[in-house]
């Protein structure tokens, strides 16, 4: 069974740290593009971060630039995002996607999609 499971989130003050995993199990994420999404309730969905299967290219939303960043592990099928300078506008459920085209990931029409981890930003 082709599953992501995402683990790390959970409640920080504002201005600190968290790392989200997302771990592959059934597939190896060697030839997957991966991206982070996150919901608000009541909100669309919001894509955070992208990287490709290589890790050749990273990209991020305008809102987390800087304070977020994407990478990946092929030897432990892991893929993590380190959130640093958190606000409480960055509270929501961060899921991870995968697909083997990047543009899939990158439009959030991915195959593959984790079930979500939460992170609460507050003080």
């Known amino acids: 069974q082709l599953q992501l499971v995402e683990s790390g989130g959970g409640l920080v003050q504002p201005g600190g740290s968290l790392r989200l995993s997302c771990a592959a199990s059934?597939?190896?994420?060697?030839?997957?593009?991966i991206g982070w999404f996150r919901q608000v309730p009541g909100k669309e969905r919001e894509g955070v971060s992208w990287?490709?299967?290589?890790?050749?290219?990273?990209n991020y939303a305008a809102s987390v630039k800087g304070r977020f960043t994407i990478s990946r592990d092929n030897a432990k099928n892991t893929v993590y995002l380190q959130m640093n300078s958190l606000k409480p506008e960055d509270t929501a459920v961060y899921y991870c996607?995968?697909?083997?085209?990047?543009?899939?990931?990158?439009?959030?029409?991915?195959?593959?999609w984790g079930q979500g981890t939460q992170v609460t930003v507050s003080s």
């Open positions: 996607a995968a697909d083997q085209f990047f543009r899939r990931v990158l439009g959030g029409t991915a195959d593959y």
């Open positions: 990287i490709s299967s290589g890790a050749i290219m990273t």
């Open positions: 059934g597939f190896s994420l060697d030839y997957y593009n």
